[in-house]
């Protein structure tokens, strides 16, 4: 072996979790000063083998090679000292510190006075400016706090982190996510001339024209396994989504029988009273229908579904429900008026993931299930779980089963199930299927189907540009807190979506 | 339109002026509750800004300060230590049990001769650090959360100094009988009579309060404290060693508990197995009103300084315009959710 043509190797890497085979046998070979796409759809495993690299997860087999040699890293630390850095998907900036004490965090550069050693702000300070003017990002101010900048520039300062280690490989996680068609193009200005001085970069991006921009090759994996490597030239926009997939993109998402009806929900000039939120939002959902709400991260839309349900406060405009003007001032007054929320951060927000399947199921409902004497009704409250269960086929061994120890799909379906026992008419899913599975999602999008079909109207927000095409009726494109356009979800295509979510980027 | 404009102009311009008054008001607020604290009193009964006072108010702050500082350090990273009051409490016990005076009739070691000033001392810091260091191996390496592993600490600390306490020949009585050149680093003080003076213990306080400043802000250790408190992961993930700063937090602060423990009793005198009872819910209150998130992270040694002498204030002040102690209490309670309350508005506002 010795001498390797890769920069970087990771060999047959495995990786499991309680219930999850996350990695099976996964290989990437990085080429010395080239950018290598890694692709996958959400839940493939992309950010699983980044974390086995980058010494936050040990894989539980294989082995990885850097320049021919093998290594092990067991904490973050010893990676980035072998020169492997990375941008991670989300940000984790220290808020309350300045910038350039974020930028050298972990190796601040000290200077000597005897026996002490104290921080050398103005070293500091020199090398941060000479970074950020290397990489044309002298607008940030090394001494603000972190807080005070915008997502795009915090991201435009990981870059600069990275960079700083004068890393052989930098491992960039979505680094476009938050950025506009400027930033993106100065992030790509930097790429290049990184590649230009030998770094490798590993490239992960959902963006597929993106990809087949900046990338040399492109390597693609599905379900936790590796699908193959291509050389980017090779490849068309087509062969990378059917590769990803697996399979006949006609089958993913389930038949729909749903018939939009009246119209039940009127959201007029809607303007959010958060600073830097919504503005000016107008739009209708009929009864039956799915509207889908897409947009780049950034665009409001939780902050819109969610003021709609009354977790934040409006600042002008209407809603109407059902012909009638109304005002939903609480999430308690949102229910009571037959809506739910489905929200984005299922662990966050979601699952109390220490109560059973069927407290959980129960949690929204609760109480309907008090019976005269103030106890609960114990019988009633396992029986509709049971129901609900075998109604949405969740697996689980039984009610009783910590909702933590369900997959992440069937976790989702018991949320629906709580929401669907308030028997709601207005169903709003913030991102339904982020996290899960590929087979968990077609479940989850046969009962979104479903419950259209019933007459139940749907709001779903979704960043996956398939998703919004494939499940919904009209599809309400945001960007920067304001509508671009609502258009049919049958005749649209990505490119207009696209161009409607960066149309004031 | 263009009268619209100059309208909305003039109203925009007022409600930046607004905004302004608002901000400095959030900003400063824990400076504004100390100096119209000051003013009250100082209004009511004119006499209490003589020096006399306010030396009062500095040497009965002077231990707290400390505790204070080493407190303030462990909240910066997020975490919290219950067991500082009973460590003042056994570094008081250990030092002036070893500090007695040959001729005092109950000397809990009636046999030993005098050792030098500074060994007791040494020992009871050593003492306090080694349990600073047992609450900091607890939290990093068995992960218990803080406030677990110091209520922990804090209940076996108690055991520890009764039982050192309650020993023979005299059992368990106060300690009494403090060795001259103990209580003289307690109640001494520097200076040509005893009006304009400075007492030794709030030299030593402001000394402490100087270095912990320091470290805090000229060293990569305090740089690191601060994003451990501000984000963990984050601190991790960039290869700053939590662990071992985690360490070095909690045996700091053990230390100086030691530290303000001996201090304590050369203060008072005397000391029992009951000192600094209680001493780290006034320390973590006074940090708390000097702006120090519990959260970790967000804090300074000045704020942390302010808020003890805020409190010091409160306890002699209204005493000294003969305010009911039970309304003292009243009050202080009010400070410490105020202050918080306003202070809080600093991070929320800007979302």
């Known amino acids: ?505 | 339109m263009a009268k619209k404009t100059a309208q909305s102009d003039t109203l925009t311009s007022l409600q930046t002026h607004d905004r302004k008054l608002k901000e400095f008001g959030i900003n400063n607020a824990i400076y504004i509750v100390f100096f119209v604290l000051m003013l009250a009193i100082t209004i009511k009964e004119p006499s209490f800004l003589a020096w006399q006072n306010i030396r009062n108010i500095l040497s009965m702050s002077a231990t707290r300060i400390i505790i204070a500082m080493g407190i303030g350090g462990i909240l910066l990273t997020g975490g919290t230590d219950l067991s500082a009051g009973r460590q003042v409490g056994l570094a008081a016990v250990i030092s002036s049990s070893l500090l007695q005076y040959q001729e005092y009739a109950r000397r809990m070691y009636p046999q030993m001769a005098d050792l030098p000033l500074w060994l007791p001392i040494l020992i009871a810091i050593a003492a306090c650090t080694l349990l600073g260091l047992l609450n900091g191996m607890i939290i990093a390496y068995l992960k218990v959360p803080p406030f677990i592993a110091t209520l922990g600490t804090q209940v076996a600390t108690y055991g520890i100094c009764s039982i050192y306490f309650d020993r023979p020949p005299y059992g368990a009585q106060p300690i009494g009988g403090l060795r001259k050149d103990l209580t003289t680093l307690g109640s001494g003080f520097l200076g040509w009579d005893g009006t304009y003076s400075i007492p030794y213990i709030v030299l030593i306080a402001f000394a402490i309060a100087a270095l912990v400043w320091m470290l805090h802000n000229k060293t990569r250790f305090g740089k690191n404290i601060y994003a451990i408190g501000g984000n963990a992961e984050a601190a991790k993930v960039s290869g700053v060693p939590v662990q071992k700063t985690l360490l070095i937090v909690y045996s700091l602060a053990g230390a100086l508990y030691g530290l303000a423990g001996t201090l304590e009793a050369a203060r008072t005198g005397g000391a029992t197995n009951n000192y600094g009872n209680g001493y780290e819910l006034d320390a973590i209150a006074a940090c708390v009103v000097g702006g120090v998130s519990t959260s970790g992270g967000i804090g300074t040694v000045p704020g942390m300084i302010i808020g003890v002498l805020i409190f010091s204030i409160i306890s002699y002040g209204l005493t000294f315009i003969n305010m009911n102690p039970y309304w003292q209490q009243i009050i202080k309670g009010a400070i410490i959710v105020s202050a918080v309350a306003l202070d809080i508005r600093k991070y929320l506002s800007k979302r």
């Not at chain 1, 970087?8 to 990437?28: C, Q, W, Y």
């Not at chain 1, 510190?97 to 921080?119: A, C, D, H, Q, Y």
């Not at chain 1, 940030?140 to 997502?151: A, E, G, M």
């Not at chain 1, 939120?277 to 739009?283: I, W």
Request: hydrophobic fraction near 40%.
């Open chain 1, 1 to 505: 072996m010795g001498d390797s043509e890769y920069v970087l190797e990771m060999n047959h890497i495995s990786k499991s979790f309680p219930g999850v085979r996350a990695l099976d046998d996964v290989t990437l070979k990085v080429k010395p000063g080239t950018v290598h796409a890694l692709m996958g759809e959400n839940g493939a495993g992309k950010s699983t083998l980044m974390k086995c690299l980058f010494g936050i997860y040990i894989p539980d087999e294989g082995e990885v090679r850097l320049a021919g040699k093998p290594v092990h890293f067991d904490t973050t630390r010893q990676a980035l000292d072998a020169g492997i850095s990375m941008i991670p998907q989300e940000l984790m900036p220290v808020p309350c510190r300045p910038v350039m004490e974020n930028l050298w965090l972990g190796r601040i550069p000290v200077k000597k006075f005897g026996p002490f050693s104290f921080v050398d702000n103005k070293r500091m300070l020199e090398d941060t400016s000479t970074i950020f003017k290397s990489l044309n990002m002298e607008d940030i101010d090394p001494k603000t706090w972190v807080r005070n900048l915008s997502v795009s520039k915090r991201q435009l300062l990981e870059i600069a982190k990275a960079v700083s280690y004068n890393a052989r490989v930098i491992i960039m996680d979505e680094p476009t996510s938050s950025l506009t068609e400027n930033e993106v193009e100065h992030l790509f200005t930097i790429i290049r001339d990184l590649r230009a001085k030998g770094v490798s970069i590993i490239y992960i991006s959902h963006k597929i024209e993106e990809i087949l921009t900046i990338s040399d090759e492109v390597t693609i994996m599905r379900d936790g396994k590796h699908v193959g490597t291509y050389a980017s030239k090779d490849l068309t926009m087509d062969m990378i989504i059917s590769k990803m997939v697996g399979r006949d993109l006609t089958h993913r998402f389930p038949p729909r029988s749903n018939v939009p009806g009246e119209p039940i929900l009127k959201v007029e000039d809607l303007t959010s009273a958060e600073t830097k939120s919504f503005k000016n939002v107008s739009f209708e959902l009929k009864k039956g229908e799915i509207l889908g709400i897409g947009g780049l991260v950034g665009a409001k839309r939780t902050e819109l579904v969610e003021s709609i349900f009354g977790l934040r406060p409006i600042e002008s405009g209407g809603i109407t429900l059902n012909g009638k003007a109304t005002l939903i001032a609480s999430p308690e007054s949102a229910i009571a008026k037959k809506m739910a929320l489905l929200t984005e951060e299922r662990r966050a927000t979601g699952i109390v993931p220490m109560l059973s399947v069927m407290e959980n199921t129960i949690l929204a409902n609760l109480p309907h299930y008090v019976r005269k004497s103030g106890f609960l009704d114990e019988k009633r409250c396992v029986s509709d779980t049971e129901k609900s269960v075998e109604q949405l086929s969740v697996k689980t061994p039984s009610v009783n089963t910590r909702i933590k120890d369900l997959s992440g799909g069937n976790q989702q379906k018991v949320l629906f199930a709580r929401w669907l026992l308030t028997e709601p008419d207005i169903l709003i899913l913030d991102e339904p299927t982020r996290g899960i599975d590929v087979g968990a999602k077609y479940e989850i999008y046969s009962i979104i189907a479903d419950l259209a079909a019933n007459g139940k109207s749907i709001i779903m927000i979704s960043s996956e540009m398939p998703e919004l095409l494939g499940m919904s009726d009209r599809i309400m494109v945001m960007c920067e807190g304001r509508v671009t356009g609502i258009v049919d979800g049958k005749t649209t295509d990505q490119e207009t979506i696209m161009r409607l979510a960066t149309q004031f980027m």
